[in-house]
């Protein structure tokens, strides 16, 4: 079997599991994560590419440093970027970069989609304002998301899985 497509198969493997983690436990395990960082350095050792271990630990590298600031104001979940930095070690910091873009953009489609048929743009344009001035004044963070069942509240990890899909099927 070529290398490319057990790639991809490790690709697709670990965002669904991830996805179906997120969906039905609300989060991603940190011990899929793991299992998930163990497979891909196995294959970038195996795949026998000299550049492989250093192209590994950039592409998760680079998810972590453009991402962790989303996570410290709360509005990125830490198993999203977790879930990009292994993606990222497979990938390939040049890859995940588009995967990363391909995401954020499917997540938008969908959140503008979410607040076009259930209503809520003027509510959730408040509810950012609402949270800008009391960053403001207060100094203090709080998770930018609505704790519970919001309707806007959505699963990043489903826009990673299409942006995963759009990869393994040639897009980017």
């Given at each position: 079997?070529?290398k490319?497509?057990?790639?991809?198969?490790?690709?697709?493997?670990i965002?669904?599991?991830?996805?179906?983690?997120?969906?039905?436990?609300?989060?991603i395990?940190?011990?899929?994560?793991?299992?998930s960082?163990?497979?891909g350095?196995?294959?970038?050792?195996?795949?026998?590419?000299?550049?492989g271990?250093?192209?590994y630990?950039?592409?998760?590298?680079?998810?972590?440093?453009?991402?962790?600031?989303l996570?410290?104001?709360?509005?990125l979940?830490?198993?999203?970027?977790?879930?990009?930095?292994?993606?990222?070690?497979?990938?390939?910091?040049?890859?995940?970069?588009?995967?990363?873009?391909?995401?954020?953009?499917?997540?938008?489609?969908?959140?503008?989609?979410?607040?076009?048929?259930?209503?809520?743009?003027h509510?959730?344009?408040?509810?950012?304002?609402?949270y800008?001035?009391?960053?403001?004044?207060?100094?203090k963070q709080?998770?930018?998301?609505?704790?519970?069942?919001?309707?806007e509240?959505i699963?990043?990890?489903?826009?990673?899985?299409?942006?995963?899909?759009l990869?393994?099927?040639?897009?980017?």
């Amino acid at each position: 079997m070529s290398k490319v497509i057990i790639r991809q198969m490790l690709l697709l493997t670990i965002a669904g599991i991830a996805v179906l983690m997120d969906l039905y436990e609300m989060r991603i395990k940190n011990s899929w994560i793991i299992c998930s960082f163990i497979a891909g350095l196995s294959y970038s050792i195996w795949s026998g590419n000299r550049h492989g271990i250093v192209q590994y630990v950039l592409g998760t590298a680079v998810p972590l440093v453009l991402l962790g600031w989303l996570f410290y104001f709360r509005m990125l979940g830490s198993g999203d970027i977790k879930l990009f930095c292994v993606l990222g070690g497979l990938m390939g910091p040049y890859h995940i970069l588009w995967c990363m873009w391909y995401a954020v953009l499917a997540g938008a489609v969908l959140s503008l989609a979410i607040l076009f048929f259930c209503g809520g743009f003027h509510q959730r344009f408040h509810y950012l304002e609402q949270y800008v001035r009391q960053l403001i004044e207060t100094g203090k963070q709080s998770p930018y998301y609505r704790t519970g069942t919001a309707f806007e509240n959505i699963h990043f990890t489903i826009p990673i899985f299409m942006s995963v899909m759009l990869y393994t099927g040639g897009i980017y």
